[in-house]
């Protein structure tokens, strides 16, 4: 089990900023490919952005591509979600993962923050 828990939703107005945190528990953090995923209602849950061990390759859906950003610490065991221009589109609840390789897939899971973005 690796434990995250996530922080940093809230409620924002159309055109701000929030920064979610995600701090995970274990010795090898860096090695973890780590993740945000969000789902709205009525919606399947969706890929945000991933970061690799180092911090030195992102990914990011279209959808966000330009606005958000993840990072990484490794000396606080800790990974970032900068959003920024937040759009009507963007609320839902923001799922930190992550992926300790050689796994393929996302095993491990945070609770949710909420995000909600008022127009």
């Known amino acids: 089990q690796v434990p995250l828990v996530e922080s940093g939703g809230g409620l924002v107005h159309s055109g701000g900023s929030l920064r979610l945190s995600c701090a995970a528990s274990?010795?090898?953090?860096?090695?973890?490919?780590m993740g945000w995923f969000r789902q709205a209602p009525g919606k399947e849950r969706e890929f945000v952005a991933s970061i690799n061990w180092s911090g030195g390759k992102t990914y990011y859906a279209d959808s966000v591509k330009g606005r958000f950003t993840i990072s990484r610490d490794n000396a606080k065991n800790t990974v970032y979600l900068q959003m920024n221009s937040l759009k009507p589109e963007d609320p839902a609840v923001y799922y930190c993962t992550c992926r300790i390789p050689p796994a393929q897939a996302f095993d491990y899971w945070g609770q949710g923050t909420q995000v909600t973005v008022s127009s």
């Open positions: 274990g010795r090898t953090f860096s090695s973890y490919v």
